[in-house]
């Protein structure tokens, strides 16, 4: 059955062009495609996949069968391993890099330390691919890309023992080997014309050495190596403390405020990337020692005064961090899922200026709630609603998600429109080509060459289009839990 409704939406979409798809053909496409996956049906798939005749239709929705193939590939049954693995490698060469990039990133995720290890040696090389089908273009997506695998990285458990060191009982060294191989090409990319590097090997750069909290602008305020010693005893001092057990109350303190809330400049505006990083290592060591209700309390004053979207960025990374623990079992606590949980995230799912929002300058911020959502709406089950997401979904829409969408149409047809221009002013220059400057939020950018501001403008559609890809997932999960909740339903 399952078999022959995949065969007939193929079929079917493949006489329609690639933009007429509808939510239906994915739906089905995605449920049949999993089912027979499961049911044992891998060489007929792989047939449907590899038919010529079905290409544009395997090019739009077959990453929707990456989660069953994924499954099979880990687990190693020999019986369908090969069918599913030439299916898993002519999606990566076939559909589209933005979606499998998502794709692959949600089937990442892992909570016990032997499933941890075996996704990431089993997908970093398949997201390593991925993102080099991105060309030029690609540094938001590895920024977005590390971070999922640091997040899974930071999970393993760290030898206590020179034995335990030696052995590698917990993976963590195989695995940190196979992050330096999946990182290897894109600093190779960074270094190559260094002294003469483009805008987007600039922006590799930043990827790769982490720096999305540093300092935005020639206004930062400069920070100086008086304030290592200070921090260094501040760390010595947390590192005595108990995970967990610094209680909302000191909060009240405003000395006890200050401290971190200092560090955050650190992180922000501190000139010199040791102290930074320093800065950034403590403010963490710093939250981790905050009861559950403190760093409710302190996530919440962070999100209402910091204005800096690195910083409401990482903040909302520390929330979804904790709302995971929280739903762990036997981890219940009242903060983080349930009533008390809801007006925190209302504060994460609005956009600063509605549709008029800066998309560029809050992109942290904003990429940060889209990976926090799609975790909720994947995570939390409509019949449970632990975090009471799906109560509050429509709110979320009508006040983030829609929004959001306005302002990426309007932003990408004026970067498109500036683009266009550019492009124009550029074949009708007859003379050397002229210098140009260009303004961001206000401030004047060092003056750029044509192709410069070309660069940059690509750069920017990208931005929009990554996070016009993780609204879409958001979107389809939506449907497809509306969906499964109708099925469930009696009838």
């Not at 320093?278 to 209402?304: H, M, N, P, W």
């Not at 925190?344 to 709630?369: A, H, N, W």
């Not at 950018?445 to 890809?469: C, Y």
């Amino acid at each position: 059955m399952a078999l022959e409704q995949l065969s007939d939406v193929v079929q079917r979409c493949e006489a329609l062009p690639d933009d007429s798809y509808t939510s239906e053909d994915h739906d089905v496409f995605a449920i049949a495609g999993r089912t027979c996956i499961e049911e044992g049906n891998s060489p007929q798939v792989l047939s449907i996949v590899l038919d010529e005749r079905n290409q544009n239709v395997v090019r739009s929705m077959g990453w929707n069968l990456l989660p069953p193939l994924i499954q099979v590939l880990l687990k190693k049954e020999e019986q369908h391993l090969p069918q599913c693995l030439a299916i898993f490698n002519h999606l990566l060469e076939t559909c589209t890099p933005k979606e499998l990039l998502i794709g692959i990133l949600e089937q990442l995720e892992d909570d016990d330390p032997d499933g941890i290890a075996e996704r990431l040696h089993l997908l970093l090389n398949p997201l390593q691919k991925v993102l080099l089908r991105l060309g030029s273009q690609k540094a938001s997506s590895l920024g977005m890309t590390l971070s999922s695998l640091l997040d899974q990285l930071a999970k393993l458990p760290v030898p206590n023992t020179k034995e335990q060191e030696e052995d590698d009982v917990f993976s963590l060294c195989r695995c940190c080997t196979h992050l330096i191989e999946f990182v290897r090409p894109f600093v190779v990319e960074a270094r190559l014309n260094r002294s003469g590097a483009t805008r987007s090997e600039d922006e590799l750069r930043t990827e790769l050495l982490k720096l999305n909290s540093d300092c935005s602008g020639v206004h930062s305020a400069l920070l100086t190596s008086d304030s290592i010693p200070d921090t260094e005893l501040y760390e010595k001092s947390l590192v005595r403390v108990e995970n967990g057990s610094l209680p909302a109350d000191l909060l009240e303190i405003k000395t006890f405020l200050t401290v971190p809330l200092d560090l955050v400049k650190v992180m922000t505006m501190c000139p010199q990337h040791d102290l930074r990083t320093k800065g950034l290592k403590v403010f963490q060591l710093s939250i981790d020692k905050f009861s559950t209700e403190a760093k409710y309390r302190f996530f919440e004053y962070l999100l209402r005064t910091s204005n800096h979207s690195g910083v409401e960025g990482y903040t909302i990374k520390n929330i979804r961090s904790q709302i995971d623990a929280a739903l762990q079992p036997g981890n219940a606590n009242v903060w983080f899922e349930g009533s008390h949980l809801l007006p925190l995230l209302r504060k994460v799912f609005k956009l600063p200026d509605g549709p008029e929002t800066d998309l560029l300058q809050y992109m942290d911020r904003i990429m940060e709630s889209l990976n926090l959502l799609r975790y909720l709406v994947i995570r939390d089950k409509v019949t449970e609603n632990q975090t009471g997401i799906w109560t509050e979904l429509y709110k979320i829409e009508d006040g983030f998600m829609k929004p959001l969408r306005v302002g990426l149409n309007m932003s990408r047809a004026h970067y498109e429109r500036e683009l266009h221009d550019t492009m124009e002013n550029k074949k009708k220059k007859t003379k050397e080509e002229a210098v140009l400057s260009v303004s961001v939020g206000g401030e004047k950018l060092p003056k750029m060459t044509t192709d410069s501001q070309i660069q940059a403008l690509h750069s920017a559609l990208h931005t929009f289009d990554m996070m016009e890809s993780v609204l879409v997932r958001i979107e389809e999960l939506i449907e497809v839990k509306d969906v499964e909740e109708a099925a469930a339903e009696p009838h």
